[in-house]
């Protein structure tokens, strides 16, 4: 991964911490990664900047499901974007569309606004892979001045959208970063930067670890996949795409 950035998708403090141990150059900070992600808290964000040196981008994400607000969580995720940036987030992972899975230019220009007023990095989240119209839409991220797009390339996988990648960073790569992400391991991630073009690799580097209060297999219990598991950042599987 030399002269690459590896940018971990973390879910706690925890998370960020294993990251930085794990040689990551960059993480993505969320809450309820079983939902895409979700805003973390400023909680997490304060500390994580204290206990790392990492650069952090924060999700801004209300609610699961897809990307289409309405007034009231558009106001909410203004607000949470204003107190991350605040806080020390280095930028803001967000995405708006329209009924029609077109961009929604009018949001996206007005949070872009507001996270360049703190100098952080704008970066339309994988919404973008749901736009009918891939080209159109990047072509209005870059008029509302994106720094970054995180996408698979509108594939279930980056390396299954390579060749899309590959358009996108042929055509639009001087005009606006590129963070192709989605089924990224160290395995693959060579193959992905050396058949797009694309510097910069998302990956979430997961492992599971248990909570038997959990109580999987009771009729009451927090279960998310089967099993007491929860989905944690593996330091050692972050480490083994500088062995690549």
Known sequence: MKNNILEICCGSLEDVIAADAGGADRVELNSALYLGGLTPTCATLILAKQQTALPIICMVRPRGAGFCYNESELAVIFLEARELLRHGADGIAFGFLNEDKTINVEQTCKMVKLIHEF?????????????????????????CGCDRILTSGQAKTAVEGIKALKYLQDTYGSSIEFLAGSGVNAENALEIIRNTGIKQLHTSAKCWKIDSTTNYGSPVNYAYINGDSYDAVDAEKVKRFHNH
């Open 119 to 143: 100098n952080g990095e704008a970066v339309f989240h994988r919404a973008f892979d749901c736009t009918s119209n891939m080209m159109k839409a990047c072509e209005q991220l870059i008029e």
